[in-house]
């Protein structure tokens, strides 16, 4: 790396007093960024949340409980499904990968501040848009969170939802894009002097993956939603078979983009993992470029099995896809050698992020699997819109994703703030949780074997049905409760104001450059404190020298680091 430009100790301007608020609508700093998108990504958590809770309790009975129009238990659905997909998992680990990437790599920022700061402030116009649909006569989208032709077609949906759906969409697109963009330049040209790519950390390698796919798939979509938008607005007729037009088209052109979505969500989620299950193993990850390879395989192949989604349409290869898909497996299962192998003998602790580590890494397997049942066509003729493709979602979505979420919330938590998660409340909030995503979603596999169709607002009274939605829905409410502990514990913290530095806490074992450098990003009790945040994170460019242990010069660390970490030596090694 020939990155060799330092900052003149002067030029850190004066810090000005601006109130919190002031500041952060006009940050270009990245942790600041990164903050925003993750209090952005959790309150569409809690919107998709409540519409889920409002899906789950209209279908604790039969016949339906709450909505009396379907059309309104369409709008939920496809708004919940919205909801947790665009504004929440999305955003999510671009939030984490703009506070942490930078820093696992010794950048000062990302390339293109400024861009960034737009990149988070169209998420809330997209929101703002799609959701407006609920002022407007018919409501907002309701043809599922995939928007299908025919269904779309103006002649069923004349109201302006769908429209506002597509709209908001594209402004999320944009920001994906720009924020791809954003992280490749950065992780390619902005690496300190030393962090190869082979030494750099598996978050930051796998958000560089995610970054390629955004960049790669998104514009497909884009054109689609664009083609949707003409075909309902201007008489276009791409997807209306009536005047020559084909509406397996959308879906093709929807699931270039959103199957490689699906690893979006998921890789940023593998690389969390890869960096908590080592400090809580004590020992380094099992076979580092293994895990970087399988990445980068994933990343490739989720080019080439889009149309498993549309087995049951017949107008796709079956055998090609069904093989693609199986593949891979393969990648996936290296991946999960990798994560056996570092916990194998090592000495195991369960904090909080160890155990929603572990929570992921048995409940994707599930997803893993009964994801592999769906890829066989024989198999998806029968299970195809049934309750076991919720199931499959879930298990993935929530039961991988969420869960690393999870786990990357109470892991990163004092990097960001200083201070430690409450880990008593942290391990309630992870029972709980884990208790009740199985309650809801495992007998959604029973329900779509017994041929309960998704998307529906009721069903007849079928007494083994009824069961199992009760379940589900105990279940579900069970997860609603479960989100108490995880708000209670950083208040509950910051009362009692409790500040540790990272080099006494766990993440410090972390073989993570990242936790050499302390900015506590204190709120809320000192709320003014942030006009005093250095505007970068690091005095100087660091140098890196080896993948794990990295040494860096301790007279480039920050003054905060250097006082609260004793150094023994010249170098501090973090391992
Ligand atoms: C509180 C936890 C949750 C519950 C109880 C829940 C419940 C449900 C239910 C019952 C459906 C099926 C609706 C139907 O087909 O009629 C559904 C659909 C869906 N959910 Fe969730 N969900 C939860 C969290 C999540 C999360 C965290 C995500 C993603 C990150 C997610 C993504 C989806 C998607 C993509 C669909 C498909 C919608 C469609 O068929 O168009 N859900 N959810
Ligand atoms: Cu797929």
């Not at 409980?65 to 504004?87: E, G, R, S």
């Not at 799609?130 to 928007?147: C, D, H, I, N, R």
């Not at 980068?296 to 693609?324: D, K, N, Y």
């Not at 992020?353 to 049942?373: D, S």
């Amino acid at each position: 790396m020939t990155t060799t430009a330092t900052r003149p100790a002067h030029s850190s301007p004066a810090p000005k007093r601006r109130s919190a608020i002031v500041d952060y609508l006009t940050t270009t700093d990245h942790k600041k960024i990164g903050v925003m998108y993750l209090f952005f990504s959790f309150f569409a958590f809690f919107v998709g949340g409540l519409l889920a809770l409002g899906i789950r309790t209209q279908l604790a009975a039969p016949g339906g409980t709450i909505i009396k129009d379907p059309d309104t238990y369409n709008q939920f659905f496809t708004m919940h499904a919205t909801a947790m997909l665009f504004f929440f998992i999305i955003p999510v680990w671009a939030g984490w990968g703009n506070y942490i990437v930078p820093l696992q790599i010794g950048a000062l920022d990302m390339a293109f501040p400024r861009i960034n700061a737009l990149s988070f402030w169209l998420l809330p116009a997209g929101f703002i848009t799609m959701f407006s649909g609920y002022l407007v006569k018919g409501g907002p989208a309701q043809a599922g969170w995939t928007e299908y032709p025919p269904l779309t077609d103006q002649r069923f949906l004349s109201g302006h939802g769908t429209d506002l759906w597509i709209v908001g969409l594209i402004l999320v697109g944009v920001s994906s894009t720009l924020g791809a963009i954003n992280f490749l330049v950065t992780i390619f040209k902005m690496r300190a002097p030393g962090m190869t790519m082979w030494r750099m950390p598996v978050f930051t390698w796998n958000i560089l993956v995610t970054a390629i796919l955004t960049l790669l798939a998104l514009p497909v979509l884009t054109a689609a939603l664009i083609m949707l938008f003409i075909d309902r607005n201007y008489g276009g007729s791409f997807f209306d078979p009536g005047v020559g037009g084909n509406a397996i088209l959308y879906q093709n052109l929807f699931w270039f983009y959103s199957h490689p979505a699906v690893y979006i969500m998921i890789l940023p989620a593998f690389g969390l993992i890869s960096e908590v299950l080592p400090v809580f193993s004590r020992k380094p990850l099992f076979g580092y470029k293994a895990f970087v390879l399988a990445t980068a395989a994933i990343g490739a192949l989720g080019f080439s099995v889009w149309a498993h989604h549309m087995f049951a349409t017949g107008q796709v290869l079956l055998p090609f896809f069904a093989l693609m898909t199986s593949f891979i497996a393969v990648p996936t299962g290296v991946k999960f050698f990798n994560w056996i192998a570092t916990l194998w003998q090592g000495k195991l602790t369960f904090e909080t992020p160890m155990l929603f580590a572990l929570g992921f890494l048995t409940m994707f397997l599930i997803g893993g699997i009964n994801g592999m049942f769906a890829a066989q066509p024989p198999i998806d003729y029968a299970i195809h819109d049934t309750y076991w493709i919720v199931a499959h979602i879930h298990d993935v979505l929530f039961g991988g994703s969420v869960f690393g979420v999870f786990a990357s919330i109470y892991y990163w938590y004092p990097k960001v703030t200083g201070r430690m998660m409450d880990d008593k409340l942290g391990k309630v909030h992870f029972w709980i949780t884990f208790v009740g995503f199985n309650l809801a979603f495992f007998p959604m596999h029973m329900l779509g074997l017994d041929g309960m169709p998704r998307r529906i607002a009721s069903y007849a009274a079928n007494p083994q049905w009824a069961t199992m939605n009760k379940i589900s829905t105990l279940g579900a409410y069970i997860i609603g409760i479960s989100i108490f502990p995880l708000n209670v514990a950083p208040s509950a913290m910051a009362m009692r104001g409790e500040l540790r530095f990272p080099s006494t806490v766990p993440p410090a074992r972390s073989s993570n450059f990242s936790f050499a450098v302390t900015l506590p990003m204190t709120w809320p009790s000192t709320m003014t404190d942030f006009a005093r945040i250095s505007a970068w994170s690091f005095a100087l460019v660091p140098t890196v020298s080896t993948l794990s242990g990295r040494l860096i010069r301790p007279s480039t660390l920050p003054s905060s680091v250097r006082s609260s970490a004793p150094l023994s030596s010249p170098l501090m090694e973090i391992d």
